[in-house]
C-alpha cells in the first residue's frame, strides 16, 4: 500500500482549510442560537391569592405545556433553571368564577420571568375548579421522630412542641377526617444533651388544604440516667377484704432507672407494687407475682427481688 506524502506547504494548506471550516462551523453555531425561536416546555403550576371563603380543587393536572420565545441559547439551557419552571397563577377571581383564563395572566406572568423567556401560550388555556364548603380546625401536633441517644442518656421529659396545635383549613368533607398533623422527620444521632430545635411541618399532599403556622419549635430535655434502688410495700388486691392474708417478704427491692436531676427527688411515694390474691383464688397459685403499677414518667424497671411472694391464708 502505497504511503502519500504531503509537503509542508499541502499540510499548512490543510490545516488551514480545517481551521476556516471549523471557525464557520463555530459562527454559523453561534449566529443560529442567536436567533429567536418559539419552543415548548413543561412547567409547574403554583397558586397564589387562593379565596378564603371557598375550598377549591384542580380538575386538571398541575402540569402545563407552555410555548416559550427565547433565543436559541435560552432553548438549550431551559432545562437548567428550574425557576423558569414555575408559573405562579392568581385565583382571585375564583371568589366569583369557576375558572381561571391563563392568558389573561401572561402580562403578570411574564413579569415574573425573564425579558428574554417570555411565554406567548399556554396550554391548557383554561384551568377548572371543583368547589366545596370550606372548614377550619385546630388539630395537635404529631412529631415524628427518630433519636438514638449516647449511652447512658434518654429522653428525661416530655417532648415540649410550640404551638402544639396548628390551624388547618380546605373542604370540611377532608378536614373533619384529620386529627392531627405530622411533622417532617426528625433524625437525630448520638444525643447528648437537650435538644432543641425548628422543624416543617408534613407538606400537604393536596393542594386545596392549607396549614398555619407551617414550623414548630420541638423541644426535647435530655439527661443521663442510672440506677437506683428502694424498698416498696407490696399491696395486696383481689377480694381481700374476704380473706385474713399475710405476705412474705412484705416489702420488695424495686431498681430502676432515673435521670440524674431527678435522682434524689424520687422516693417510695412514686411506686406502687401490687400482688392479685385472684390468682390464687381463680388459678390455684401457689406464689403471686410482684408488679409495679405506678412509676413515674420515664423511669424504667430494671429488676424487682423477689419477683415472686409467698402468702398465708388464714380461716
Not at 403578570?108 to 371543583?130: G, R, V
Not at 370550606?134 to 410550640?162: A, C, E, F, H
Not at 412509676?295 to 424504667?300: G, N, Q, T, V
Request: proline share 4%; with cysteine; charged share 20%.
Amino acid at each position: 500500500m502505497a504511503i502519500i506524502k504531503l509537503s509542508v506547504t499541502e499540510r499548512r494548506r490543510a490545516s488551514a482549510f480545517i481551521t476556516c471550516l471549523v471557525l464557520a462551523l463555530c459562527a454559523w453555531i453561534v449566529v443560529t442560537l442567536s436567533n429567536s425561536y418559539n419552543y415548548s416546555v413543561k412547567e409547574i403550576l403554583t397558586f397564589k391569592n387562593a379565596p378564603l371563603k371557598r375550598a377549591f380543587h384542580s380538575l386538571q393536572s398541575d402540569t402545563v405545556n407552555v410555548t416559550v420565545k427565547g433565543s436559541g441559547w435560552q432553548m438549550l439551557l431551559s432545562r437548567i433553571n428550574e425557576q423558569n419552571h414555575i408559573i405562579k397563577v392568581d385565583l382571585s377571581k375564583l371568589d366569583s368564577e369557576a375558572y381561571v383564563v391563563l392568558s389573561a395572566q401572561l402580562a403578570e406572568i411574564n413579569s415574573e420571568k425573564a425579558l428574554d423567556n417570555q411565554i406567548t401560550a399556554i396550554t391548557p388555556d383554561t384551568l377548572y375548579f371543583d368547589f366545596t364548603n370550606r372548614s377550619v380546625r385546630r388539630v395537635p401536633v404529631q412529631l415524628v421522630k427518630s433519636v438514638k441517644y449516647r449511652q447512658q442518656y434518654t429522653q428525661s421529659g416530655d417532648v415540649i412542641i410550640k404551638p402544639a396545635y396548628v390551624t388547618i383549613s380546605g373542604p370540611s368533607n377532608r378536614i373533619d377526617k384529620i386529627k392531627y398533623w405530622r411533622t417532617d422527620s426528625l433524625s437525630l444521632k448520638n444525643i447528648g444533651e437537650n435538644v432543641s430545635t425548628q422543624i416543617n411541618l408534613e407538606a400537604s399532599a393536596e393542594g386545596n388544604i392549607s396549614i398555619y403556622p407551617k414550623t414548630v419549635q420541638v423541644n426535647i430535655p435530655v439527661d443521663e440516667f442510672t440506677e437506683k434502688t428502694l424498698e416498696l410495700p407490696v399491696k395486696l388486691v383481689g377480694n381481700v377484704d374476704f380473706f385474713n392474708v399475710k405476705v412474705f417478704p412484705q416489702k420488695v427491692k424495686v431498681t430502676f432507672t432515673t435521670s440524674l436531676n431527678r435522682y434524689t427527688d424520687i422516693d417510695e411515694e412514686f411506686f406502687e407494687a401490687q400482688a392479685d390474691l385472684n390468682l390464687w383464688r381463680v388459678y390455684g397459685y401457689n406464689t403471686l407475682p410482684v408488679k409495679v403499677t405506678r412509676l413515674p414518667a420515664y423511669c424504667k424497671i430494671v429488676n424487682v427481688e423477689p419477683r415472686n411472694i409467698d402468702f398465708i391464708v388464714k380461716k
